[in-house]
Antibody
Framework: EVQLVQSGAEVKKPGESLKISCKGS????????IGWVRQMPGKGLEWMGIIYPGDSDTRYSPSFQGQVTISADKSISTAYLQWSSLKASDTAMYYC???????????WGQGTLVTVSS | EIVMTQSPATLSVSPGERATLSCRAS??????LAWYQQKPGQAPRLLIY???TRATGIPARFSGSGSGTEFTLTISSLQSEDFAVYYCQQYNNWPFTFGGGTKVEIK
């Protein structure tokens, strides 16, 4: 079964750093892109960026360029989303998802809730 | 960046009735359009890809149509489990973008 399993919920203070993870299993991790999607409380889905673990080719949506860093460690089939200095406005649910070969995003991770509050 | 616009924002429908959701792209995305369903507290679930192909395990009451800039998701006879938020997404051009969502609620 193809699966993406994300790390657990985080509570951080403004200015702190954070790295959340997304572990793939059941498929060749280096052969598929993995993307990150933000969902702020009560809001819609926003595409953040995507990485190809095979060669670490990474692309960011303009709104998130410079705000986050996407990386991957293919030796442990894990993608990451990290912040160097969190803001209260980073409070959201973050999902990883794999673009399917035929189109669309499938599967999705279960989501990681990030809460940033002083 | 391609802007995806969904309408209506909220759709009130009685169980057993038909629901029609719309999605418009600011420029052509060919048939590279997906639909997702999201229920409270859950991750989105892929319903439709390629504008009209149902994903694995999706009931036949869900159908998608359209190409270019105009797309439709139709739920032929709403079941209780179908009340949720639905999003369209284009994957023709980077960055891939989502519509704002349509909430389907019980009338």
């Amino acid at each position: 079964e193809v699966q993406l399993v994300q790390s657990g919920a985080e509570v951080k203070k403004p200015g702190e750093s954070l790295k959340i993870s997304c572990k793939g299993s059941g498929y060749s991790f280096t052969s598929y892109w993995i993307g990150w999607v933000r969902q702020m409380p009560g809001k819609g889905l926003e595409w953040m960026g995507i990485i190809y673990p095979g060669d670490s080719d990474t692309r960011y949506s303009p709104s998130f360029q410079g705000q986050v860093t996407i990386s991957a460690d293919k030796s442990i089939s894990t993608a990451y989303l990290q912040w160097s200095s969190l803001k209260a406005s980073d409070t959201a649910m973050y999902y990883c998802a794999r673009p399917a070969a035929r189109g669309g995003l499938d599967p999705w991770g279960q989501g990681t809730l990030v809460t940033v509050s002083s | 960046e391609i802007v995806m616009t969904q309408s209506p924002a909220t759709l009130s429908v009685s169980p057993g009735e038909r629901a029609t959701l719309s999605c418009r792209a600011s420029q052509s995305v060919s048939s590279n359009l997906a639909w997702y369903q999201q229920k409270p507290g859950q991750a989105p679930r892929l319903l439709i890809y390629g504008a009209s192909t149902r994903a694995t395990g999706i009931p036949a009451r869900f159908s998608g149509s359209g190409s270019g800039t105009e797309f439709t998701l139709t739920i032929s006879s709403l079941q209780s489990e179908d009340f949720a938020v639905y999003y369209c997404q284009q994957y023709n051009n980077w960055p891939f973008t989502f519509g704002g969502g349509t909430k389907v609620e019980i009338k």
